[in-house]
Each structure stands twice: as structure tokens, then as C-alpha cells.
């Protein structure tokens, strides 16, 4: 008779369009395993037209999933479509879990808790600042700014090349939130504590421009929500500059747990044996 343990334990999911590249079933099977619990979680990828049917599928019970994650570039209407968006959810947007609560499919948003809980525990203090300098203004800096406020930051400046982008996010997260031109960035970075990079430079190998980073306080912390390859060229440059590092691979791994605990019940640790096994990964498939 054939070994189904996982059929009677719950089902959950990564969907996106396209989704093959998600390490998000490595990660969660690794858990379930450590952990012993029976249950399964798959990459399932909906074609954005299949979207709203598949949501529905999920609120009926007929999909036999209790929920699961949500990536590009399904997000916003996760959210619009989730009978109970929290307020993270609301604020950005956009939704990166799902889960069925009470006959109800609940919503929320980990980016944020992912990105805070990586720094927590690579670099400690990182929030003792009080200026951050958010590079980009595309749909990943939406999490890393209503997490960097919500830590206390004082001054968030987000400078991209299009200033009007930045201004959008600024009047979406508040007044401690100022937006600038790509000519501003030496002038903002005067003191800053945090220099987060949210744009795509240097992603796969691609060349990254060249970053002055000295203006910046002597213990500021540099990072990047990038995380292939490792050690982006901003931060090669960061760290060649004499400035502390953190790569993006955490922000991945600890996003993932507040999902796992809702559909597993058991909270799930980021140790180095996953950072590990999602190396070699990376490397495998470079």
C-alpha cells in the first residue's frame, strides 16, 4: 500500500504566474520534515484569468487547501478578493498568505515581518537608527517601508529614478516618509542608519552602479531584498567601504514562517541547516 502520510494532514500552496522558480516548497517541506508533521505544500501555478476562480475554489473547501502563498503577480487581488485582508494587507494593497479561519479566507502581508526579522537576527541594533534611505520605489519597497516605520524610524527617504513614484509611496505611508530624485541620494544619505536596496540592480550577475556610501553613519547597516547572487555588487561595494552587511536570502526564509504556523499550527525556527539547503540550491541552479 502506498505511503500517503501527507494526504492526511493539511494542504497548502505558493501560486503565481509563473511560479516553477519558487523555493517556497523547499523551505516549507524542509519544516514539515524537521517537524514531523504530516501535511504537504506544493507550487500551483494559476494563469492570472484563473485567478479570482481558484480564490473562489479555495473560500468552497472544494481545492483541498487550507491556504498558502501568493506571489507576482497575483498580490493585489489576493487582497481584494480575501474576506478578512488585515491591516498590513490594506495599507500595501497587496496579500502574501492566505488562510481559511472560521469559514472565512483571512489575508495578511509577511514581506514586511520577513525583511525586520532577517536584519533582527543577522545584524541586532539595526533599529537603533533613526534615518533609513530606501533605494526604489517599485511594488517590493512597499513592505520594507511599512516595516521600517513601523520600527520607529524618524526619516524614510525613498529615492528612485522616477521622483513622482517615490512621492506616491510617500503620501501612501505618511509623513515620515520623503521622496527624491536619484540626484539626491548622496545629499539624503548624510547620517542615515539603513540603506535598504528594493530595485532589481545587480539581480543574476547584472552590473550595479557604482554607490559613494561613505556619507552614511559609521555603523550603519547596509542590505539588499536581492538575494541572488548572495552578496549583490551594492553590497560587495558596501561591505569594500567598511560598512556592515546583511544579504536578502533571510528576508525569504523568515517571511515564511507566520504562513507555516498558521496552516501547520507548530512555528517553525530559520536555522542555518535551511539557509544551507537553500544555497545549494541557489548554486545547483545558477
Known amino acids: 500500500m502506498d505511503d500517503s502520510r501527507e494526504t492526511f494532514g493539511p494542504n497548502a500552496f505558493v501560486t503565481g504566474f509563473p511560479v516553477r522558480h519558487s523555493r517556497s516548497p523547499l523551505i516549507h517541506g524542509y519544516w514539515l520534515k524537521k517537524l514531523g508533521l504530516r501535511g504537504s505544500y506544493r507550487a500551483y501555478e494559476v494563469a492570472p484569468a484563473d485567478f479570482a476562480a481558484f480564490i473562489g475554489s479555495l473560500k468552497d473547501q472544494s481545492s483541498g487547501f487550507i491556504g498558502g502563498n501568493v506571489t507576482i503577480p497575483h498580490k493585489e487581488l489576493a487582497c481584494q478578493l480575501a474576506d ?14 492566505l488562510w481559511l479561519e472560521e469559514g472565512k479566507l483571512h489575508s495578511t502581508n509577511t514581506d514586511g515581518h520577513g525583511f525586520t526579522a532577517n536584519l533582527n537576527a ?114 560587495k561595494q558596501a561591505e569594500e567601504q567598511g560598512f556592515a552587511i546583511v544579504d536578502g536570502l533571510g528576508m525569504l526564509l523568515h517571511q515564511a514562517v507566520p504562513g507555516f504556523e498558521k496552516w501547520f499550527s507548530k512555528r517553525p525556527v530559520v536555522d542555518d541547516e535551511l539557509r544551507a539547503l537553500v544555497v545549494a540550491d541557489m548554486e545547483k541552479h545558477r
Do not use: C
Open 84 to 97: 478578512r485582508p488585515d491591516e498590513l494587507s490594506q495599507e500595501l494593497g497587496a496579500s502574501n498568505t
Open 122 to 235: 543577522r545584524h541586532p541594533g539595526w533599529d537603533k537608527h533613526e534615518t533609513a534611505i530606501i533605494l526604489g520605489a517599485g511594488g517590493a519597497s512597499r513592505a520594507v517601508i511599512q516595516a521600517v516605520r513601523d520600527r520607529g524610524f524618524r526619516e524614510i527617504h525613498v529615492v528612485n529614478r522616477t521622483a513622482a513614484r517615490a512621492q506616491e509611496l510617500a503620501d501612501r505611508f505618511g509623513e515620515k516618509v520623503y521622496a527624491h530624485p536619484m540626484g539626491a541620494l548622496a545629499e539624503v544619505m548624510k547620517g542615515a542608519g539603513l540603506f535598504v536596496n528594493t530595485t532589481s540592480l545587480g539581480m543574476d550577475g547584472e552590473t550595479a552602479p557604482e554607490i559613494d556610501f561613505s556619507p552614511l553613519d559609521g555603523n550603519a547597516v547596509v542590505t539588499d531584498i536581492v538575494y541572488v547572487p548572495l552578496k549583490t555588487p551594492l553590497l
